[in-house]
Each structure stands twice: as structure tokens, then as C-alpha cells.
């Protein structure tokens, strides 16, 4: 069965800083991966996804992540957060086309201080 | 990306009465919408994947006679819990794949509290 874990409950970062969300899944195949990102009020938004070539994926917003095999990973980074940053980012894995089916992670949620 | 919408995206209800919840695709053809819950400060669950024109399928664990769903077109899902007790509190999201990239497009949820 597939799973995904995001370690970091909460993450405080100041405006101007960089960011990285740590995301960790399990899956038996070649996975697909995506982030989205939860603010109130609001559906969930797709930051990026990744499927597969460049392991290096650019989203909305300035996010981008990095899809490493070897450490079952896909961190989500940002260079530079705004203020608006501010919402609870979910990390999710699907076995993709066909089946688009998604695991949740428990979620981030990220809070930024001026 | 496409649209989807929820009603209502609030509502409060006395223990025991049903409450329906809709979902729709704007500008889809959803033959499939799925329908999560999510507790405060928790994940996305899935509950049951909405097939136009046929039953549901429910994830395990899920009562499929508490959460009725329905899903007569192609751009409306309904949700329906019934006889609702308190712990059945808790934010209803529905989503619909992308048509094909293995992605999915959310609703804003509904907020349902049972009083």
C-alpha cells in the first residue's frame, strides 16, 4: 500500500527566508507525486507534480521539488517565502494515469513571521 | 485548471437529521469524483470514489448505508450522511480527476458541524 509522511507537523520561517517541506512516500512502483497547498477557505491548489524525466519539477508561485528515488523523497522548496505563503501544504502520491486515486501526507502547515 | 464547486461549504445540523452535501463540475465531465473527510489539523481521507451512473465505491472502513452518494450526471456528485451524530463533524472535500494527467481538481469543502 501506498503511504506518504511529512515529518514536520508546523514550520515557521521568516518572510525573505527559503523553505523546505519534507515529504517522504512509499510506494512499489514509479510514483506520482504531487503538492498542493490549503489555505482556508479555499479548495486545495496543485503547486507541481511530478511524473517522471527531470527529477527537478517547477510549480506555481515559485515552488519547485526534487524527486529523489534513492531516498524515497520529494522535498518541496521555495528560495524566498512571502507573506501570502502562509496555508497548510499536503504532500500526496497517486499511481497516476488510470487510477488517479491520491494518498494524503498528514500536512505542513506553514506559518510566516515578518 | 477546472472548476468545482460545493453546497453548502457550511452547515450545522441537529444529531439525527441527514444533511446532503453537493458537488459540482463546472466545466468537466466527471465520470468519477472522489469524496474525502478531513479532521481538524489532519489529512485528506478518502472516503468513496463517485462513478456517474453506477454505485459507489467506498474505501474500507467507510459505512456506505451513513454516506449515500449519488452521482446522476456528469457534473453533479451528492453526498448525503445520514442520521448524523457528532463524530461525523469534520470537513467534506470533493475532487475530480484531471481527465488523464493523474492529477485532481478540489472543491473549497464543506464544514459540517453536528450538534
Known amino acids: 500500500a501506498q503511504s506518504v509522511t511529512q515529518p514536520d507537523i508546523h514550520i515557521t520561517v521568516s518572510e525573505g527566508a527559503s523553505l523546505e517541506l519534507r515529504c517522504n512516500y512509499s510506494?512499489?512502483?514509479?510514483?506520482?507525486l504531487f503538492w498542493y497547498v490549503q489555505s482556508p477557505g479555499q479548495g486545495l491548489q496543485l503547486l507541481l507534480k511530478?511524473?517522471?524525466?527531470?527529477?527537478l519539477v517547477q510549480g506555481i508561485k515559485g515552488f519547485e521539488a526534487e524527486f529523489k528515488r534513492s531516498q524515497s523523497s520529494f522535498n518541496l522548496r521555495k528560495p524566498s517565502v512571502h507573506w501570502s505563503d502562509a496555508a497548510e501544504y499536503f504532500c500526496?502520491?497517486?499511481?497516476?494515469?488510470?487510477?488517479?486515486?491520491?494518498?494524503f501526507g498528514t500536512g505542513t502547515r506553514l506559518t510566516i513571521i515578518p | 485548471g477546472a472548476v468545482v464547486s460545493q453546497h453548502p461549504s457550511w452547515v450545522i445540523c441537529k444529531s439525527g437529521t441527514s444533511v446532503k452535501i453537493e458537488c459540482r463540475s463546472l466545466?468537466?465531465?466527471?465520470?468519477?469524483m472522489f469524496w474525502y473527510r478531513q479532521f481538524p489539523k489532519q489529512s485528506l481521507m478518502l472516503m468513496a470514489t463517485?462513478?456517474?451512473?453506477?454505485?459507489?465505491?467506498?474505501e474500507q472502513g467507510v459505512e456506505k448505508d451513513k454516506f449515500l452518494i449519488n452521482h446522476a450526471s456528469l457534473t453533479l456528485s451528492t453526498l448525503t450522511v445520514t442520521s448524523a451524530h457528532p463524530e461525523d463533524s469534520s470537513f467534506y472535500i470533493c475532487?475530480?480527476?484531471?481527465?488523464?494527467?493523474?492529477?485532481?481538481?478540489f472543491g473549497p469543502g464543506t464544514r459540517l458541524t453536528v450538534l
Open positions: 500526496a502520491v497517486g499511481a497516476g494515469f488510470g487510477n488517479e486515486k491520491l494518498t
Open positions: 510506494y512499489g512502483a514509479t510514483p506520482y
Open positions: 511530478y511524473f517522471s524525466g527531470d527529477t
Open positions: 466545466d468537466f465531465q466527471a465520470t468519477t
Open positions: 463517485s462513478n456517474e451512473g453506477s454505485k459507489a465505491t467506498y
Open positions: 475532487s475530480h480527476p484531471s481527465g488523464g494527467a493523474g492529477e485532481q481538481f
